[in-house]
Nanobody, 116 residues
Framework: QVQLVESGGGLVQAGGSLRLSCVAS????????MGWYRQAPGKQRELVAL???????NYADSVKGRFTISRDNAKNTVYLQMNSLKPEDTAVYYC??????????WGQGTQVTVSS
């Protein structure tokens, strides 16, 4: 069983920055794809960014150039650096771990609120 614990959310003004962290338990972190997703009120959960076990990254068009996903396998941690935040980035952000499409785990979510 894998547990994912997110932290770093909060309230920030538009144009500000936040860094989210997600720590994973267990021993499969280094072989897993890690991702950040978000869900705004009344909307479906959407992909924000992915980082493969080899370090390749992918981003939603809406966050390209503003957000950076990274991972530290020694710490079993994935990060999401969010810069130039906009009110439309307001959502609950979830960490995801996926191993070869077989194992799939979610964190409990962390709230990010961007005021205008």
């Amino acid at each position: 069983q894998v547990q994912l614990v997110e932290s770093g959310g909060g309230l920030v003004q538009a144009g500000g920055s936040l860094r989210l962290s997600c720590v994973a338990s267990g021993s499969i972190f280094s072989i897993s794809r890690m991702g950040w997703y978000r869900q705004a009120p009344g909307k479906q959960r959407e992909l924000v960014a992915l980082v493969s076990n080899g370090g390749n990254t992918n981003y939603a068009d809406s966050v390209k150039g503003r957000f950076t996903i990274s991972r530290d396998n020694a710490k079993n941690t994935v990060y999401l650096q969010m810069n130039s935040l906009k009110p439309e980035d307001t959502a609950v952000y979830y960490c995801n771990l996926n191993t070869a499409g077989v194992l799939n785990y979610w964190g409990q979510g962390t709230q990010v609120t961007v005021s205008s």
